[in-house]
C-alpha cells in the first residue's frame, strides 16, 4: 500500500523523509535517529528544513562568501526603516552638494570629481558598495573554509580512532573520516553562507547609520559620485542642537572634500583598500573555537554554528604582515581625516555659524567608534580608526601655514613623497624636507632660459668634430 493510502501515514509524516524530501536508507536513518533527529515534530522538520536551505544552499555562486544571502540579509535589515527616496530630496542633495564644491573650490586647486551627487536609501547604499564589502572580507571568509574543513576532519578522525565507540548506522570497519570527501562541498557551503549571512547583517546595520558614501574613510562606491544618506543625515540631526540644513551642508562639504581627494590622489584608494585586504589576508582564524563550535554545535539547529562561534572567530594576535598594514592603514586614515579637517574648516568657516560645533560632533561621533569601526571589527577583526588624526590634523596645517595651500595638496601627488607614520611623529620636521625637496625640484624662468640657450647651442651648426 502506498504512502497515499495509509490514513496514518499521512496524518503522521515521517520527520527525517520530510526533512530530506524522499526515502531514507536504513544505515543513515539509524545514525539521524540517534542523533535525535527522527523525534521532529512538524513545525521543528519545516524550521529546520528552512535553516538548512539557508547554511546549505547552492545560491550566492562558489565563492567563499554567498553573495545572494548577503544581499538578502542586508536588504532585510534595512527593510523596515527605509523608504525610497523622492524627487524632492534628491533635488536638495544636488544643491547642497553643488554648494559645498564651489566653498571646497576656495580651499583647494584639486580638480572637481566628475561624478554626480547622490540621495542614496540604504537599501541603494546596500547595493552599490555590497561587492566591495564582500571582496575587503573574502579573505578571511577563505581561511574560515579552511578552518572549519580542519576542524571537521579532525573530530571525523577522532571518531574513527582505535577504542572510540562505534557510530550507530556505518558499516563495521569504516573510517568516518573517509566520510570528508563527500562532506567538504557541504561544509564550504556551509561556511560560505554563514559569513554571508555575517557580512550581509553587518553592511545592513552600517547602511543604517552612515552618514555618507566615504564616511568609513574608504572608497567604497567604486566612483566619483558625493553620496549622502538623507534617512541617516536626519537622525543623527535630532541629537544636535543645532540648524539641520547647517548640518547637511557641513557633511556635504567634508563628503565632497574626501571624493575629491580621492579623485586627485589616484593612488590613495587603492593602497587604502589593498591595506585591508593584506590585513585580511594574513588573519589568523581562531581555531579551537571553531573545533569547540564543532563539537558542541547542535545537529538540529544549523544556525546554532554561527551563534557558537559568536567573537570568537579571529586570534588577537597580529602577525608581521598583518601589523605592517596596520599601520599603513592606520596612517593613510589619519591623514585622509585630517586633510578633510582642514579643508572642511577652511570651506565652512566663512557660511555656516555653528563650524565649530559642527565639527566637534563629528569628533565625538569617531571618538565613541563609529559604524565603520564596529562593522569592521566584526568582519575581518580591524578597528577601522583614524587614531593620530590630531597628528595628521596638525601636519596639513604646519605644512600650508610654511609653505601655502599648493604644497599641502601637491603632498598627495604621489605614495612615495606622501607622509608617513614617521612624519606624524615629527610633522615639522616633514614641513622642513617637503620645503627643500620643493626647492630643489623648483624650475624657475631663468633656469628654462638657460637650458634652451645650452641647447641652442648644441645644435648642428653648434656642435664641434
Known amino acids: 500500500m502506498s504512502d497515499q493510502d495509509n490514513p496514518e501515514r499521512r496524518d503522521d509524516p515521517d520527520p527525517l523523509e520530510s526533512l530530506f524530501g524522499g526515502p531514507v536508507p536504513p544505515e543513515l536513518r539509524e545514525t539521524l535517529s540517534s542523533m535525535g533527529l527522527g523525534d521532529l515534530g512538524p513545525d521543528q522538520v519545516a524550521q529546520m528544513r528552512s535553516q538548512m536551505e539557508m547554511l546549505m544552499g547552492g545560491g550566492g555562486g562558489d565563492g567563499p562568501v554567498n553573495s545572494e544571502l548577503a544581499r538578502d540579509v542586508a536588504r532585510q535589515a534595512v527593510a523596515d526603516d527605509d523608504s525610497s527616496i523622492n524627487d524632492s530630496t534628491r533635488r536638495d542633495v544636488e544643491q547642497v552638494v553643488q554648494v559645498a564644491t564651489l566653498w571646497i573650490d576656495q580651499v583647494t586647486d584639486l580638480p572637481r570629481p566628475e561624478g554626480a551627487a547622490l540621495a542614496l536609501s540604504r537599501a541603494e547604499w546596500v547595493e552599490r558598495t555590497l561587492p566591495l564589502w564582500e571582496r575587503l572580507t573574502a579573505p578571511v571568509a577563505e581561511g574560515l573554509?579552511?578552518?572549519?574543513?580542519?576542524?571537521?576532519?579532525?573530530?571525523?578522525?577522532?571518531?574513527?580512532?582505535?577504542?572510540?565507540?562505534?557510530?550507530?548506522?556505518?558499516?563495521?570497519?569504516?573510517?568516518?573520516?573517509?566520510?570528508?570527501?563527500?562532506?567538504?562541498?557541504?561544509?564550504?557551503?556551509?561556511?560560505?553562507?554563514?559569513?554571508?549571512?555575517?557580512?550581509?547583517?553587518?553592511?545592513?546595520?552600517?547602511?543604517?547609520?552612515?552618514?555618507?558614501?566615504?564616511?568609513?574613510?574608504?572608497?567604497?562606491?567604486?566612483?566619483?559620485?558625493?553620496?549622502?544618506?538623507?534617512?541617516?543625515?536626519?537622525?543623527?540631526?535630532?541629537?544636535?542642537?543645532?540648524?539641520?540644513?547647517?548640518?547637511?551642508?557641513?557633511?556635504?562639504?567634508?563628503?565632497?572634500?574626501?571624493?575629491?581627494?580621492?579623485?586627485?590622489?589616484?593612488?590613495?584608494?587603492?593602497?587604502?583598500?589593498?591595506?585591508?585586504?593584506?590585513?585580511?589576508?594574513?588573519?589568523?582564524?581562531?581555531?579551537?573555537?571553531?573545533?569547540?563550535?564543532?563539537?558542541?554545535?547542535?545537529?538540529?539547529?544549523?544556525?546554532?554554528?554561527?551563534?557558537?562561534?559568536?567573537?570568537?572567530?579571529?586570534?588577537?594576535?597580529?602577525?608581521?604582515?598583518?601589523?605592517?598594514?596596520?599601520t599603513r592603514l592606520e596612517t593613510l586614515l589619519a591623514l585622509v581625516e585630517g586633510w578633510v579637517d582642514v579643508v572642511a574648516a577652511q570651506a565652512v568657516g566663512p557660511h555656516l555659524p555653528h563650524a565649530e560645533a559642527l565639527a566637534e560632533a563629528v569628533r565625538r561621533r569617531r571618538a565613541t567608534g563609529g559604524p565603520a569601526e564596529r562593522t569592521f571589527s566584526s568582519l575581518v577583526g580591524l578597528e577601522l580608526r583614524p587614531r593620530r588624526l590630531r597628528d595628521a590634523a596638525n601636519l596639513w596645517a604646519a605644512l600650508e601655514s610654511r609653505h601655502g595651500r599648493d604644497a599641502r595638496d601637491e603632498a598627495w601627488g604621489h605614495p612615495d613623497v606622501a607622509p608617513t607614520g614617521a612624519d606624524l611623529d615629527d610633522p615639522l620636521g616633514f614641513v622642513d624636507r617637503h620645503g627643500a625637496l620643493s626647492a630643489e625640484l623648483t624650475v624657475t624662468d631663468e633656469d628654462i632660459e638657460r637650458l634652451l640657450s645650452d641647447g641652442e647651442g648644441e645644435g648642428p651648426e653648434g656642435r664641434q668634430g
Open 145 to 326: 573554509q579552511s578552518a572549519m574543513t580542519a576542524a571537521m576532519e579532525q573530530q571525523l578522525g577522532q571518531l574513527g580512532e582505535e577504542g572510540a565507540p562505534p557510530i550507530p548506522g556505518l558499516p563495521p570497519g569504516m573510517n568516518p573520516a573517509a566520510m570528508m570527501g563527500q562532506m567538504a562541498p557541504m561544509v564550504r557551503r556551509m561556511s560560505a553562507s554563514m559569513f554571508g549571512g555575517q557580512v550581509g547583517q553587518a553592511v545592513g546595520t552600517l547602511a543604517g547609520e552612515v552618514l555618507s558614501g566615504t564616511e568609513v574613510g574608504l572608497p567604497i562606491l567604486g566612483d566619483e559620485s558625493v553620496a549622502i544618506l538623507p534617512a541617516n543625515v536626519a537622525e543623527f540631526a535630532e541629537g544636535l542642537e543645532v540648524d539641520p540644513g547647517e548640518l547637511h551642508l557641513y557633511l556635504a562639504v567634508r563628503e565632497a572634500a574626501r571624493v575629491r581627494l580621492f579623485a586627485g590622489a589616484a593612488w590613495l584608494g587603492p593602497q587604502l583598500l589593498t591595506a585591508v585586504e593584506e590585513y585580511a589576508r594574513d588573519i589568523r582564524i581562531n581555531t579551537e573555537g571553531i573545533e569547540e563550535a564543532v563539537r558542541n554545535v547542535d545537529p538540529s539547529d544549523p544556525a546554532s554554528m554561527q551563534d557558537a562561534l559568536g567573537d570568537s572567530l579571529f586570534s588577537p594576535e597580529h602577525s608581521a604582515a598583518q601589523q605592517a598594514a596596520l
